[in-house]
């Protein structure tokens, strides 16, 4: 199975501010994906990171608020930018194996104050 | 609106018996179906996968069954274990596309 790893861990913000979350995965995955879970609520799909090109976004999330970057098929970064109470979450990346089988990272747990 | 609903409140059942898991969806057209434990502070894990032309998949203790039909999944944990305990997620890969989209969780405590 893949390891994917996170960073950072953690992190407390000071509204206003922009955090960027580094997920790096140890072989090559088809696809990344980056998720939101609030506190004992279920994942919610941001967005798609794409190597190269620009994330597909899914409704209710937008490329100005959390841009996304993929320079090669193991790395992407997601930016919580501009941020509110409302983004403290714990924040998620995965890799997908093959067309089904998905691993994610150990989260990014966001807390804005 | 799309939904994906799972057991509405936590399981508890005692070791030894089979743990019994939903999962109801509306508005999608999933080609495949997932599931996934979690545990408290780390990302979820994947368990097994049942695609739509198949009705059971077993792995070891576990069990799905896959109703497109009834648009439900059906997740069974037999001679269950507190090692067990954890949140199970349901996620539906839809035929389009590669996204997946995931279930409200249920929460599963195996009492010794």
């Known amino acids: 199975s893949a390891v994917i790893s996170q960073k950072p861990s953690r992190d407390i913000c000071q509204r206003g501010t922009s955090l960027t979350i580094q997920c790096q995965v140890d072989?090559?995955?088809?696809?990344m994906f980056w998720y939101r879970q609030q506190p004992g609520q279920s994942l919610t799909l941001i967005a798609t990171?794409?190597?190269?090109?620009?994330?597909?976004?899914e409704s209710g999330f937008v490329i100005d608020k959390f841009p996304i970057s993929r320079p090669n098929l193991t790395f992407s970064t997601l930016t919580v930018s501009n941020m509110s109470p409302e983004d403290s979450s714990i924040y998620l990346c995965s890799g997908l194996r093959g067309y089904n089988e998905q691993f994610f990272g150990p989260g990014t747990r966001l807390t804005v104050l | 609106s799309q939904k994906i609903e799972q057991n509405s409140e936590a399981l508890n059942i005692q070791e030894g018996k089979t743990a019994t898991l939903t999962c109801n969806y509306t508005?999608?057209?999933?080609?495949?179906l997932q599931w996934y434990r979690q545990d408290p502070g780390r990302g979820p894990v994947f368990l097994l996968l049942i695609r739509e032309n198949e009705k059971e998949k077993r792995k070891e203790r576990l069990k799905v069954t896959f109703d497109t039909t009834l648009k439900q999944s059906l997740f069974h944990i037999t001679a269950s274990q507190p090692a067990d305990s954890a949140t199970y997620l349901c996620a539906l890969g839809e035929r389009t596309g590669n996204q997946f989209y995931f279930g409200t969780g249920t929460s599963l405590t195996v009492i010794p």
């Open positions: 990171a794409n190597q190269g090109s620009e994330a597909t976004y």
């Open positions: 072989s090559q995955v088809t696809m």
């Open positions: 508005n999608y057209s999933p080609a495949y």
